[in-house]
């Protein structure tokens, strides 16, 4: 069964803190993972990562994927109040009829000011 | 990326009834999903929503209780039938942009309260 484990899966940290987030995952027919952001109800984008080893950046977030040690990571630097949040972080896998998601349980982020 | 709508935003339903979601999207989209996350859960996709032909279902989930349409590539709508309290949750439309490893957004959600 195709599985997303992230950990941790919650952390408290003082604005200006960098956080490291983790993901790994065993899936058959890897696609590519996704990382997400969650506030409230609609998990908002952040990147899709296919390749081993090529950063992805945006801002003061990173991603890099490992395919070799099936994994990710997702660097927040300089936090802000603001990235208080559910991180999440999804698998897609190939299947007969098309691709599907499977989702971590997520991290659970808490900036204090 | 695409700009996705769904109504309702949120609902409190009696037991035994029906709900239907409407999910819109701003351009034409193949691929089109439903998700539900029950609280303090992550997400499960329910169905893939195929234009012009029948959704397919997830492990765990029927279209007896959840019937899909998609009679376009802009739209979608998903029925919560004859719901119980179990049933209370976020329900989330997605969509699928970008060929050949797509990206997927999510629509605003619906949250259901079922008593």
């Known amino acids: 069964e195709d599985k997303v484990v992230q950990s941790p899966l919650s952390l408290v940290v003082h604005e200006g803190d960098t956080v490291t987030l983790n993901c790994s995952y065993e899936v058959t027919n890897f696609r590519s993972l996704l990382w997400y952001k969650q506030e409230k109800k609609a998990p908002t984008f952040l990147f899709m990562l296919?390749?081993?080893?090529i950063e992805k950046k945006s801002g003061r977030l990173s991603s890099i994927l490992d395919k070799k040690e099936l994994f990710s990571i997702l660097n927040i630097t300089a936090t802000q109040t603001g990235d208080s949040a559910v991180y999440l972080c999804?698998?897609?896998?190939?299947?007969?009829?098309?691709?599907?998601?499977?989702f971590g349980a997520g991290t659970i982020l808490r900036v204090k000011s | 990326s695409a700009v996705i709508s769904q109504k309702p935003s949120r609902d409190i339903c009696q037991r035994g009834t029906s709900l239907t979601i409407q999910c819109q999207v701003d351009s034409q989209v193949t691929m089109m999903f439903w998700y539900r996350q029950q609280p303090g859960q992550s997400l499960t996709l329910i169905a893939t929503?195929?234009?012009?032909?029948?959704?397919?279902?997830e492990s765990g989930f029927v279209i007896d209780k959840f019937p899909i349409s998609r009679p376009n590539l802009t739209f979608s709508t998903l029925t919560v039938s004859n719901m119980s309290p179990e049933d209370s949750s976020i329900y989330l439309c997605?969509?699928?942009?970008?060929?050949?490893?797509?990206?997927?957004?999510f629509g605003p959600g619906t949250r259901l309260t079922v008593t």
């Open positions: 296919t390749s081993s080893g």
């Open positions: 999804a698998v897609r896998s190939s299947m007969e009829y098309g691709n599907k998601l499977v």
């Open positions: 997605s969509v699928g942009l970008g060929t050949p490893f797509y990206e997927q957004y």
């Open positions: 929503a195929n234009q012009g032909s029948e959704a397919t279902y």
